[in-house]
């Protein structure tokens, strides 16, 4: 793959940074890559060579190609990180695959105006964006540097339609205004290429969820890397559930630079003690957006209360006397009936939530709502495939069976008889 033609421009009410990507050992077709935000903010948006190389190392990584080929200077601290990331990925999903080489200029200094120390983060209206905000704002004074004054919200990843994405912006503006942060629109497409492909892939969205999404936040944050120095994505995964995940601690770090931090945070942090964290602090509780059902949303509506994430996210807030303080969803109650009809636990994080659940839901004394949750549970549990089924599942995709050959062989040699017993 190589990247090509980076150039700055100013569009009709946008400003954008875009690159050339051509494919080398793949069949597909050459396309633009960009980075785009609001000429209110084009003094933050450089053409910055770290955000491409960023945007496209998993990609390249993923369709086979053997080379990422990038024709000016990069920082030595960023691509010394992209091997070890793209080793982690290796090591998790490739392992027969030979090392992606990055070829490119090492960059001998830091640029000579540095960026005054500014901190963002990514801010989605969830609660892991919230939760990050505030754990931020409890452990660093304001006039510290890492204290976060901006929050980027990203077009063209969860979502592809620019009219709702409007929607979004539209609702998450006075909320940044009272926590004291700007809000960043910014629009890119560094995902849209596979997007569909992914979507279709039996589990869906595997590329996007296990593999790319870290990548995907850390290269829009180096295209604001004139405006910030540190930036944080807030984490998934808790550390006592933490597996193999696109977006992690073993990740997101390696893609820094010399003149940008990226931070994995909020990882000792589980689910219920985010949601404890956002409902205490009360100005969230009516700006909450933890739905991904986004064609759904309309003007003041952005969960829809029916979905397995709307679901958990309500009975948490219930436990802890909160629900009936936040108009973000349809209802202030959770009956078993909805449980039973919509939760579809599908992985062991999900199911550990639901299990940090059970005994706070007893406490309020809601029996009804245990047994459902209890219900889905043991549903889970009755389907979830058995660790032999998860390797066999792994080697058909990503090994073409090689374990199940090697394995055969060992038995087949184990059970040969030796030579002084056909004597």
């Known amino acids: 793959m190589k990247i090509e033609n980076l150039r700055s421009e100013q569009r009709d009410t946008r400003s954008r940074v875009s690159a050339t ?82 070829e490119a200029k090492m960059r001998s200094h830091l640029p000579a105006q540095r960026t005054p120390e500014r901190a963002g983060f990514f801010f989605s209206g969830g609660i892991d964006s919230f939760a990050t905000l505030r754990t931020n704002r409890l452990h660093f004074p304001l006039e510290h540097p890492w204290s976060i004054k901006d929050g980027l919200l990203a077009f063209g990843l969860e979502q592809d339609r620019p009219d709702i994405f409007e929607l979004v912006v539209k609702s998450l503006l006075p909320v940044a205004q009272e926590l004291g942060i700007t809000l960043i629109p910014v629009y890119t497409n560094i995902y849209l290429p596979y997007r569909e492909e992914d979507a279709a892939d039996e589990d869906r969205f595997r590329f996007w969820k296990f593999e790319f999404q870290g990548a995907a936040l850390a290269a829009i944050a180096h295209a604001f890397a004139r405006r910030l120095t540190v930036v944080s994505i807030a984490a998934t995964l808790d550390l006592h559930y933490l597996g193999v995940w696109g977006s992690h601690p073993l990740l997101d770090p390696h893609y820094s630079s010399g003149d940008l931090r990226i931070r994995h945070d909020g990882i000792a942090l589980s689910r219920v003690a985010k949601t404890k964290l956002v409902a205490e602090w009360g100005i969230p509780l009516q700006h909450l957006r933890v739905c991904n059902q986004y064609r759904r949303y309309r003007p003041g509506v952005f969960n829809c209360g029916e979905c397995e994430k709307c679901i958990r996210t309500m009975l948490t807030l219930l436990t802890l006397g909160a629900l009936d303080q936040t108009n973000s969803f349809p209802s202030q109650d959770v009956s078993d009936e909805l449980i039973l009809k919509k939760v579809n636990i599908h992985d062991d994080y999900v199911e550990s939530c639901y299990q940090h659940l059970i005994g706070p839901l007893a406490e309020i004394g ?58």
């Not at 050459?30 to 491409?52: G, I, K, M, W």
């Not at 990609?59 to 086979?64: F, K, L, N």
């Not at 066999?392 to 040969?416: E, P």
């Open 21 to 102: 990507v051509t494919w080398e050992d793949c069949d597909r077709p050459r396309h633009q890559v960009y980075f785009e935000t609001d000429h209110a903010f084009a003094d933050s948006l450089s053409c910055n060579p770290h955000a491409f190389l960023v945007a496209c190392v998993v990609p390249a990584m993923h369709y086979g190609e053997r080379r990422l080929l990038i024709d000016t200077e990069i920082c030595p601290e960023l691509w010394d990180g992209l091997l070890t990331a793209t080793s982690w990925l290796r090591h998790w999903f490739y392992p027969h695959q030979e090392p992606i080489r990055i």
């Open 366 to 423: 809601r029996q009804d709502l245990v047994r459902a949750v209890e219900k889905r549970i043991a549903a889970y549990h009755n389907r979830k495939p058995t660790w032999k089924q998860r390797v066999k599942h792994f080697d058909d995709k990503y090994m073409n069976g090689n374990v199940a050959k090697m394995k055969s062989l060992v038995f087949h040699k184990r059970q040969r008889p030796s030579n002084d017993a056909r004597q």
